[in-house]
């Protein structure tokens, strides 16, 4: 899958949406031209295998609004989830709801 990362957030885009927001993670701040600007609604897509569970769980992991937030998964149950962020001592403000 091959997507399409080359743009750039003008001082335009700025005064509309606001200050950007970081990732959390240098490298993809970086790649992603200085973050994501807040408010927008971030959707991954990767192959199996690729390493988006633990890349999505860092992502959130510096979020401001946690109660903003949704990290939706279909093979974790919630004791999983957490035992992930606790590891790495990332958020631990995560309300859990589990609708299966």
């Known amino acids: 899958m091959t997507i399409n990362t080359e743009f750039e957030i003008t001082r335009e885009d700025e005064q509309f949406f606001g200050k950007m927001g970081s990732f959390g993670i240098p490298k993809f701040d970086k790649i992603m031209n200085g973050g994501v600007p807040r408010g927008f609604t971030i959707l991954a897509l990767t192959d199996p295998g690729a390493g988006a569970e633990l890349f999505a769980k860092q992502?959130?992991?510096p979020c401001?609004?946690?109660?903003?937030?949704?990290y939706i998964s279909t093979n974790e149950t919630s004791?999983?989830?957490m035992q992930v962020f606790d590891k790495y001592n990332?958020?631990?403000?995560?309300k859990i709801i589990s609708i299966g």
């Not at 401001?64 to 949704?70: D, L, M």
């Open 59 to 61: 992502f959130l992991s």
């Open 64 to 70: 401001e609004e946690p109660e903003n937030t949704v």
């Open 79 to 81: 004791e999983e989830i």
């Open 90 to 94: 990332w958020l631990n403000e995560l």
